[in-house]
């Protein structure tokens, strides 16, 4: 079955940086692409970008251009999302979620990783 | 950027109710829509695509509607497991995804 397993909470200071994983099973990585997504405190889902598992292509959006980082391990099927220059407004659950091809949504979903800007 | 509005923002109702949420793209996405589920703590889950396509395993109760710039998403028996927020996203033709604000339907 299909599981993408995400790496644990993570507390920050402002102006670090964060990586959080999203390992993935039970279907072939290199075939999807994988959206990272994330949620404030109490608030809406914000979509953040993709990365192309087959050829390593990424997609950010605007608000995170500069700042994010995805990157993938076709070795490990494990995709990687990298937030630089963390502000106390970064603080959110980052979910990794695969695309079901050719319809645009997001089937399979991480649990979620709380990442704690504070100083 | 298209931005996507949702009415109502919370919607209390009882179980056995029909349940109406509304999605409004900013300019036409066609058929490029989708809606889930969330509940505290948890990841959202997928419940339509493609605007009306049922995601695997989805109750039948859930049904979508709709194209351009307004879509629905209808709950035709509430059931207490329904409970939640939901909220509708959209892909563009920037290669853009958008989610619209939610809709929290709570206990009447």
Redesign the interface.
């Known amino acids: 079955q299909v599981q993408l397993v995400q790496s644990g909470a993570e507390v920050k200071k402002p102006g670090a940086s964060v990586k959080v994983a999203c390992k993935t099973s039970g279907y072939t990585f290199s075939d999807y692409y994988i959206h990272w997504v994330r949620q404030a405190p109490g608030q809406g889902l914000e979509w953040m970008g993709w990365i192309n598992c087959k050829n390593g292509g990424t997609n950010y959006a605007e608000k995170f251009q500069g700042r994010v980082t995805m990157t993938r391990d076709t070795s490990t099927n494990t995709a990687y999302m990298e937030l630089s220059r963390l502000r106390s407004d970064d603080t959110a659950v980052y979910y990794c979620a695969k695309i079901l091809t050719g319809y645009y949504s997001f089937d399979y979903w991480g649990q979620g990783t709380l990442v704690t800007v504070a100083s | 950027?298209i931005q996507m509005t949702q009415s109502p923002s919370t919607l209390s109702a009882s179980v056995g109710d029909r349940v109406t949420i509304t999605c409004r793209a900013s300019q036409s996405i066609g058929r490029?829509l989708?809606w889930?589920q969330?509940k505290p703590g948890k990841?959202?889950?997928?419940l339509i695509?493609?605007a009306s396509?049922l995601?695997s395993g989805v109750p039948s109760r859930f049904s979508g509607s709709g194209s351009g710039t307004d879509f629905t998403l209808t709950i035709s028996s509430l059931q207490p497991d329904d409970f939640a927020t939901y909220?509708c996203?959209q892909?563009d033709s920037y290669?853009?995804?958008?989610?619209?604000?939610?809709t929290k339907v709570d206990i009447k």
């Open positions: 950027d490029w989708a889930y969330q990841a959202p889950k997928l695509y493609w396509s995601q909220y996203q892909f290669s853009l995804f958008t989610f619209g604000p939610g």
